[in-house]
């Protein structure tokens, strides 16, 4: 498997690395939010810009407090869609001109793209991230339900197959049993895979994943700063030290 480098962080060797969400519906708010970073263990920082209650053309100025703040840390600029649990609800339009403006900024370091956004654009958005020299995160997202395994595999497998420097998937667990699924198609689709795959399951029932990603192949999980972006995620703190348990 090809590793992803991203200032000082590897990702898809050693343990899982930890990504911290930014979560903040204006200036102000964000200020406090990496205030909050402080005294975390993190290795990554997701700059959730679908929180933001602001004009598009003002996110790359927040894009640039965050990246004067944190000039060292890898950055991963998230526009979450609503149909994919997202803040904002939006047309493909404004989510990709979004994409590419961030791509093009100069700022990030890694641009989360999703899979389900139409082929034609989601290949041109990876295109336009290697030609910059970002990475290019394609993910999938699912708050109703955990697909069948071969559905979970095949998406990831896609997600290669366009391009992506990173393959990301989240899902929703309604038993025991889907944590499973998503842990065993983790396990079969690294087996193969020439890019870093990201997994989890989410909600309480779905915590383990987000512990035990090593073991499975999964290159990067999330844990919550101030205030968590999506179910399940733990203390960022709390995560590192099990995470180094498993080591």
Do not use: W
């Not at 598009?56 to 407090?65: F, G, I, R």
């Amino acid at each position: 498997m090809n590793t992803v480098q991203i200032k000082n962080v590897t990702l898809g060797a050693g343990s899982p690395k930890i990504a911290v969400p930014l979560v903040a519906k204006n200036s102000e708010g964000l200020q406090q939010a990496i205030a909050g970073l402080a005294g975390l263990s993190f290795d990554i920082v997701e700059f959730r810009v679908d929180f933001l209650d602001i004009a598009a053309d003002a996110v790359l100025a927040q894009t640039e407090m965050v990246r004067q703040a944190l000039p060292d840390t890898p950055l991963l600029f998230t526009f979450r869609r609503a149909v994919e649990g997202g803040e904002c609800p939006c047309d493909d339009n404004y989510y990709f001109d979004l994409v590419h403006l961030a791509i093009e900024s100069g700022l990030v370091d890694i641009i989360d793209i999703e899979l389900f956004a139409g082929d034609e654009k989601v290949q041109a958005a990876v295109q336009a991230a290697k030609a910059k020299g970002v990475a290019a995160l394609l993910c999938n997202h699912d708050f109703d339900k955990t697909p069948e395994k071969e559905e979970i595999t095949g998406r990831l497998k896609k997600m290669e197959s366009l391009g992506a420097d990173i393959c990301k998937i989240a899902v929703m667990p309604q038993s025991a049993a889907d944590v499973l699924t998503l842990l065993d198609a983790t396990q079969e689709v690294y087996q193969t895979a020439k890019q870093p795959i990201v997994t989890m399951s989410m909600g309480k029932l779905g915590v383990i994943s987000r512990l035990g990603g090593q073991t499975f192949g999964s290159a990067m999980t999330f844990g919550a700063a101030a205030k968590a972006s999506a179910p399940g995620q733990i203390g960022a703190n709390d995560l590192r030290r099990i995470l180094d348990t498993l080591a």
